[in-house]
């Protein structure tokens, strides 16, 4: 009889292992494995941008320094060229740009200053970005970037004007977020997360690339390569 209750009990284990976890349960221990719940005052990075053509050679380089403050929120993207000075703002509520230090509150710029700093936020910030209750997440099985094999989630913003569409890529084994793809006006990109600050608390990106892919996700085409640098 104990035989039998042990075969019992050790195959009720089995199968409570072997349960499919949900999306959003994915998303949380990736959450986890980021360590985002050390929570930051301020963070300052350097993002150096490298666009390429699609045959492969570089079109052109951007340089970036980003500062976020937390309490209260502010967020600060710097770019200088020899030839001029922008800097991107959200401050007191506000969006808004600086070109070569005159202030423009106009409604273009502050559109232009808003889509900028939340886009870069959205990316650098994943996956605690994804802890959103605006976000319907759904786990559609394992596939393979790259040759390796990943959880995907698929992320959709019902309530919102946005049409694109997300699938996010996370390790089996370490939970750390690997990239995602997003279809946005029609056209579908890959972006994979190659490397972390794993030295940091919450771990960060430290360099990932972006691919042009065609329908079937099949043929890619690099777009950019990027790389963060974490300031004291």
């Known amino acids: 009889m104990w035989k039998t209750v042990f075969s019992v009990f050790l195959l009720s284990g089995i199968i409570r292992c072997e349960k499919t976890l949900t999306g959003k349960e ?11 719940s050390n929570k930051l005052d301020s963070l300052s990075y350097h993002k150096t941008t490298q666009l390429y053509y699609a045959d492969g050679t570089l079109e052109k380089t951007i340089e970036q320094t980003h500062h976020i403050d937390w309490n209260p929120f502010n967020y600060l993207i710097e770019q200088n060229t020899p030839k001029s000075s922008k800097t991107t703002h959200f401050k007191k509520g506000a969006y808004f740009l600086s070109i070569d230090g005159e202030e423009d509150h106009s409604k273009e710029a502050s559109y232009q200053a808003e889509e900028a700093i939340k ?28 040759s390796k094999q990943v959880d995907a989630v698929e992320v959709r913003y019902p309530k919102s004007d946005s049409t694109d569409e997300w699938l996010f890529y996370f390790d089996p084994k370490t939970k750390l977020n690997l990239g995602y793809s997003v279809k946005h006006n029609g056209r579908w990109s890959l972006i994979l997360n190659d490397a972390f600050h794993l030295d940091h608390q919450p771990i960060l990106i430290k360099e990932r690339r972006s691919f042009f892919i065609d329908s079937l996700k099949d043929t890619q085409i690099l777009r950019a390569a990027y790389t963060y640098q974490l300031l004291p």
Request: no cysteine.
């Open 119 to 146: 886009t870069a936020y959205f990316v650098f910030w994943q996956p605690a970005k994804l802890n959103d209750t605006k976000a319907v997440i759904k786990y559609i099985g394992q596939r393979k970037i790259q």
């Open 26 to 36: 994915i998303v949380a221990q990736s959450i986890e494995a980021h360590s985002f």
